[in-house]
């Protein structure tokens, strides 16, 4: 992607915190970052 001028991949979570729970375990481990309360970030190389 990164060659295709993408720099970041962006999630919203949603809201409430009830239905994003499993979501938010989720994505850490695949490297993402909580940039704001229910969105999370990754760079890429």
Known sequence: ???NG???VL???GA???QWF???AFYPKHG???YQPR???KELR
């Open 16 to 18: 409430p915190r009830e």
């Open 1 to 3: 992607m990164r060659k």
């Open 6 to 8: 993408v720099a970041a």
């Open 22 to 24: 499993e979501s938010h």
């Open 32 to 34: 993402y970052v909580e």
């Open 11 to 13: 999630v919203h979570l």
């Open 39 to 41: 969105f999370m970030k």
